[in-house]
């Protein structure tokens, strides 16, 4: 069977807000088999997207427990 290698050359963007990933990416060939491979880690846009949507969450609940305590002393 005959074969041949070709270099590929292609730019990586987060699916979710567009950011580019081509820092936060790499390939290479498996040790195994040797076959190519890319690997995008997570984009930092999105993940810290993320996380403040979590502490807003976190931030309302917070308050909504504290004006809670008010109606649990009297009880």
Do not use: K
Not at 16 to 43: D, F, H, I, K, M
Not at 50 to 60: G, I, K, P, W
Request: include cysteine; charged fraction near 25%.
């Amino acid at each position: 069977m005959s074969s041949f290698t070709a270099e590929i050359e292609f730019e990586v963007f987060c699916g979710t807000c567009g950011a580019g990933l081509c820092g936060q990416s790499s390939g290479g060939n498996t040790p195994g088999r040797g076959q190519p491979y890319v690997e995008v880690e997570v984009c930092e846009t999105c993940l810290e997207a993320a996380r403040q949507e979590f502490l807003d969450d976190l931030e309302d609940q917070i308050l909504a427990l504290q004006d809670q305590i008010p109606t649990l002393e009297t009880d």
